[in-house]
Antibody, heavy 123, light 106 residues
Framework: QITLKESGPTVVKPTQTLTLTCTFS??????????MGWVRQPPGKALEWLAL???????RYSPSLRSRLTITKDTSKKEVVLKMTNMDSVDTGTYFC???????????????WGQGTMVTVSS | SYELTQPPSVSVSPGQTATITCSGS??????ISWYQQRPGQSPVVVIF???RRPSGIPERFSGSNSGNTATLTISGTQAMDEADYYC?????????FGSGTTVAVL
C-alpha cells in the first residue's frame, strides 16, 4: 500500500522560497510509468497541478509556474522535494503530494494522494 | 490554455441519479479522470480513462466522454457521495483540472 505524507512550513513570508517534502512508502519508485509530484488547492478553489518527477529524474512542470518550481527526489530517503520561489499571498493553499501511474500523458491518473499540508503566505 | 468547465453545483435526492458534466474543446479526444474530494479530505480518483473504476470504487460511479463533454454519473446516490468532484485531462504536456462541482444530497 502506497502512502504519502507531506511536511514543511505552515507559514512563509512573501518573496521567500517554500520547500515541501513528501515522504513515501509502500513502493520503491523504480518502475517506468510511475511519477510523483505536487498538486495545490487554494482555499475554496480548484485543484492545480504543479510538478511531477519520474523515477529516472525526468522533471515536468506546469507551464504557468515553471520558472518558480524545482522538483527533486532522493529515492534512498524515499523523499520528493518541491521548491517554489518568490512566494506570494496567492500561493496560499493546501499542497498535496501525489503518485501517478500510466506514464506522463493522457493515460496518467493521480491514483494516490497525501493528506496535504496547508501553507499560508503572510508577512 | 486549455480549460475544463464544470457546473458549480448539482443537487440530488438520495437514491436518485446525479449527473456531473465537464466541458472542453474536443474533450472526447482526451482521456478524463474524475476525483471525489469530501470536505477536509484529499481527492480520491473514482473514474479514470473515461470510464474505468479503480478497485474499491462502488459500481454506482460511471463515466463517459464524447464530443466536447465528459460526464460522471452517480446512480443511486448516497449521503456519503456528498463531495466536490473534479474532472482532469492532459493537454499540451500539462495536467488540467476542472473548476469543480459540489454535489449536495438533499
Amino acid at each position: 500500500q502506497i502512502t504519502l505524507k507531506e511536511s514543511g512550513p505552515t507559514v512563509v513570508k512573501p518573496t521567500q522560497t517554500l520547500t515541501l517534502t513528501c515522504t513515501f512508502s509502500g513502493f520503491s519508485f523504480t518502475t517506468s510509468g510511475e511519477w510523483m509530484g505536487w498538486v495545490r488547492q487554494p482555499p475554496g478553489k480548484a485543484l492545480e497541478w504543479l510538478a511531477l518527477i519520474h523515477w529516472d529524474d525526468d522533471e515536468r512542470y506546469s507551464p504557468s509556474l515553471r520558472s518558480r518550481l524545482t522538483i527533486t527526489k532522493d529515492t534512498s530517503k524515499k523523499e520528493v522535494v518541491l521548491k517554489m520561489t518568490n512566494m506570494d499571498s496567492v500561493d496560499t493553499g493546501t499542497y498535496f503530494c501525489a503518485h501517478t501511474s500510466g506514464g506522463f500523458g493522457g493515460l496518467s491518473v493521480f491514483d494516490v494522494w497525501g493528506q496535504g499540508t496547508m501553507v499560508t503566505v503572510s508577512s | 490554455s486549455y480549460e475544463l468547465t464544470q457546473p458549480p453545483s448539482v443537487s440530488v435526492s438520495p437514491g436518485q441519479t446525479a449527473t456531473i458534466t465537464c466541458s472542453g474543446s474536443n474533450l472526447g479526444e482526451k482521456y478524463i479522470s474524475w476525483y471525489q474530494q469530501r470536505p477536509g479530505q484529499s481527492p480520491v480518483v473514482v473514474i479514470f480513462q473515461d470510464n474505468r473504476r479503480p478497485s474499491g470504487i462502488p459500481e454506482r460511479f460511471s463515466g463517459s466522454n464524447s464530443g466536447n463533454t465528459a460526464t460522471l454519473t452517480i446512480s443511486g446516490t448516497q449521503a456519503m457521495d456528498e463531495a466536490d468532484y473534479y474532472c482532469q485531462a492532459w493537454d499540451s504536456s500539462a495536467f488540467i483540472f476542472g473548476s469543480g462541482t459540489t454535489v449536495a444530497v438533499l
